[in-house]
C-alpha cells in the first residue's frame, strides 16, 4: 500500500483540520461543516416579510401592495451568507440539506396550503450556469419540490447576461441591471396557479420582482417569493 495513502486521513487533518466555515472554529465531527455555536444562531423567521419595506407582515395584513408576498427563511446575518456561499461555489451536499431543512420549516411556517402550488426558480444565464456547474436555486426548488410532492416547473429564461446583482450600487443600480432580463418559457403553467418562485438572496427585491412581473402578463393566481435569506 501507498504509504502516504496510509497515512493520507492523519495527514490531512493535521494540513487541513476540519473548521467551522462560518467562525472557523475546529470542529471535532469531520462530517459536519458548521459548529453548534453557529448553527444555534440560526433563526427562521415565522411570518412572511414585505417585499416592499422588509416589516414582518402579521396575518394577512399587507403594509404595502406588491405583486408577490415574500418568504424570506432567515435574515443575512451570521452564519447564514457563509451556507450559501458554499452551497453556491461548492455545492456541498451537506450545505445542500441544511439549506433545504431551513426553507422546508419556513414553508410549513408561513405556507400552510403549500400543496397547491408549484415551483419554480429564478434562472441564471447559460453562460453563468455553465461556469458554475449548477443554479442552486435549482436544485433548492427540486429539493423542496420532491420533499411536498408538488411540481418544479422550469418557467423563465435569461434574455441577456447580467452582472452580478451584489455589484450594483443602490436599489436603482439593481433594477436597472436586471430590468427585462427574463421572458417566460413556459405559459401554460401559470394561468390561475399559485407560483412559489425560488431565489437564494434578496436585498432590494428588484430580481423577484422582475421575474414576478415577467410571469404576471400570463395571469397566475398567487407568487410566493422564497428565498433562504433577506438582507437587511
Ligand atoms: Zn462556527
Ligand atoms: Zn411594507
Same mark, same amino acid.
Given at each position: ?122 434562472? #441564471? ?6 461556469? /458554475?456547474?449548477?443554479?442552486?436555486? +435549482? &436544485?433548492?426548488?427540486?429539493? !423542496? %419540490? =420532491? ?60 430580481? #423577484? ?6 410571469? /404576471?402578463?400570463?395571469?397566475?393566481? +398567487? &407568487?410566493?417569493?422564497?428565498? !433562504? %435569506? =433577506?438582507?437587511?
Amino acid at each position: 500500500m501507498n504509504v502516504l495513502k496510509k497515512y493520507s486521513k492523519y495527514l490531512l487533518d493535521i494540513l487541513f483540520p476540519p473548521v467551522c466555515v462560518s467562525c472557523i472554529s475546529p470542529i471535532q465531527d469531520q462530517k459536519k461543516y458548521i459548529c453548534s455555536d453557529c448553527f444555534d444562531k440560526i433563526t427562521i423567521n415565522t411570518a412572511y416579510l414585505c417585499p416592499a419595506c422588509g416589516k414582518r407582515c402579521a396575518g394577512k395584513n399587507r403594509c404595502h401592495q406588491t405583486p408577490y408576498q415574500l418568504a424570506a427563511a432567515c435574515q443575512y446575518h451570521e452564519p447564514i451568507p457563509e451556507l450559501i456561499w458554499y452551497f453556491k461555489y461548492h455545492k456541498l451536499e451537506k450545505i445542500h440539506t441544511l439549506l433545504s431543512a431551513i426553507l422546508i420549516v419556513h414553508i410549513q411556517l408561513v405556507l400552510p396550503n403549500i400543496e397547491t402550488y408549484s415551483i419554480s426558480y429564478i434562472p #441564471l444565464h447559460p453562460k453563468k450556469e455553465r461556469e /458554475r456547474g449548477f443554479n442552486q436555486s +435549482h &436544485i433548492l426548488a427540486q429539493t !423542496i %419540490a =420532491k420533499y411536498f410532492d408538488i411540481p418544479c416547473i422550469s418557467l423563465l429564461k435569461r434574455t441577456r447576461y447580467t452582472e452580478s446583482q451584489t455589484k450594483q450600487k443602490g436599489a436603482q443600480g439593481r433594477y436597472t441591471n436586471i430590468h427585462d432580463c427574463f421572458s417566460c418559457i413556459d405559459q401554460e403553467n401559470i394561468s390561475g396557479k399559485n407560483i412559489l418562485l425560488i431565489d437564494d438572496v434578496t436585498t432590494s427585491g428588484a430580481t #423577484l420582482r422582475e421575474a414576478t412581473q415577467t410571469l /404576471r402578463k400570463y395571469h397566475p393566481r +398567487h &407568487i410566493v417569493g422564497l428565498v !433562504i %435569506a =433577506k438582507v437587511d
